[in-house]
């Protein structure tokens, strides 16, 4: 499938329909290293299947000296069209499952989408998973708790 935005070298792209995204929204205070340091680990640690492809959506995180800069990017137009334009992208390839995981302020921009979004179409032809990662340190552990969110989009097929 093709894209007039799509790099070169993704042109030809061969598209397995019945593999399913895992698309990664982080949150606050972390980094492209850090973030696909820890997406990474997730993965290999959880057991996923092969028909399960991964997708990291970095935007602009900031650090703990920009926390109010990033709330007000976190709303954006200008993240919301970048976001829009990543699952536009996902759908082009004719993927047509998408699971979101968020981490902290990656759920703030992604609930932000879901409310803003004049592309109800492209969302209508999937049926989203939305897990949402909260995560506490308690003594230098990490536990994470799962909210786990079914949404479905207006029409969205539920086969």
């Known amino acids: 499938m093709q894209s007039d ?19 990664f929204v982080p949150g606050f205070n972390s980094n492209l290293d850090l973030t696909t340091h820890t997406f990474g680990q997730f993965l ?11 997708w990291i959506f970095i935007w602009p995180m900031g650090t703990v000296l920009t926390y109010f800069q990033v709330l007000e990017i976190a709303s954006s137009d200008l993240l919301m069209s970048h976001l829009e334009q990543s699952i536009n992208d996902i759908v082009s390839l004719g993927y047509s499952k998408i ?13 932000n989408y879901l409310k803003r979004t004049s592309s109800v179409q492209s969302i209508s032809r999937l049926i989203m998973t ?10 230098q552990t990490q536990t994470q708790t799962k909210l786990e969110v079914d949404y479905r989009a207006r029409g969205a097929d539920p086969s």
Request: no cysteine; charged share 15%.
């Open 99 to 111: 699971h979101v995981i968020t981490h902290s302020m990656g759920a703030r921009v992604f609930l």
């Open 5 to 23: 935005h799509m790099p070169e070298k993704f042109q030809n792209y061969t598209v397995d329909t019945n593999k399913e995204i895992l698309f």
């Open 44 to 54: 290999s640690l959880g057991g996923f299947s092969d028909d399960v492809l991964p």
């Open 130 to 139: 939305i897990i949402v990662t909260l995560t506490q340190t308690l003594t």
